[in-house]
């Protein structure tokens, strides 16, 4: 209990333990770093599993079909599509190992040629999980309906488009109470506050100053209403 001849040597011994740990900081950053690797590469993330099991599907099998046909295109046309194959690899690398953030970050629809069917589709499904996974439902199915336009067919994807669909639809919804809100707000401000206005017909002098005096907003209109060139030109 209190200790024996080899008191010292063990205290040495947590020293040097303590002067070769990592600070408080550290391994708070640490921590936040483990959180969000945790977040952003997890089991499912903010879809559900068998929603995600569909799409996983759907990426990893038309993906690989979409850069077979690129590679035959380029031996038949000499036509370079290195960079839509890398892009492609990266979308089914991405949705493989559930690195949610990466798809919507590298989904490649930029650098994708809307004639590459197959290979936009695969890009723009891949954008919508990442999309989903952050919770930006409208903008999901924005490149859900981006892929539709291409070939893109409801059977393909039921689960994951219903999903997002009805997700979609109550984000914009409460974005639309929102800005209403706001509407409202600004017209009951805007009828609450003095009239900022003083048509020169009726000002005089005395007037004039007063305001002045009084340091009272006004805007002043029909000033030029009298001059000559307001009657010619």
Request: net charge negative; proline share 4%; aromatic share 6%.
């Amino acid at each position: 209990l209190f200790g024996d001849d080899d008191d010292e040597n063990s205290d040495n011994e947590m020293l040097g333990e303590e002067e070769g740990s990592t600070t408080g900081k550290e391994a708070l950053e640490d921590k936040v770093k483990e959180i969000i690797a945790t977040y952003d590469v997890s089991p499912v993330g903010a879809i559900p599993m068998p929603c995600f099991g569909e799409v996983h599907s759907f990426v990893l099998r038309e993906g690989k079909i979409a850069i077979e046909e690129l590679r035959a295109k380029k031996e038949d046309n000499g036509m370079s599509t290195t960079s839509i194959v890398d892009n492609l690899s990266d979308c089914m690398s991405f949705v493989r190992s559930k690195q949610f953030h990466n798809c919507a970050k590298s989904h490649g629809m930029n650098n994708c040629p809307w004639t590459l069917q197959r290979a936009y589709r695969v890009a723009a499904v891949t954008a919508s999980i990442g999309y989903a996974h952050r919770g930006n439902y409208m903008r999901s199915q924005e490149c859900l309906d981006r892929a539709t336009i291409l070939g893109l067919s409801a059977a393909d994807l039921p689960k994951f488009s219903a999903l997002i669909k009805i997700h979609a639809a109550e984000q914009h919804d409460c974005l639309v109470t929102a800005l209403r809100q706001i509407v409202v707000e600004t017209e009951t401000t805007k009828e609450m506050l003095p009239k900022i206005q003083f048509p020169i017909a009726e000002a005089d002098h005395g007037s004039l100053s007063e305001i002045l005096d009084k340091e009272i907003p006004v805007v002043v209109r029909g000033f030029a209403q009298q001059w000559p060139a307001i009657n010619k030109w």
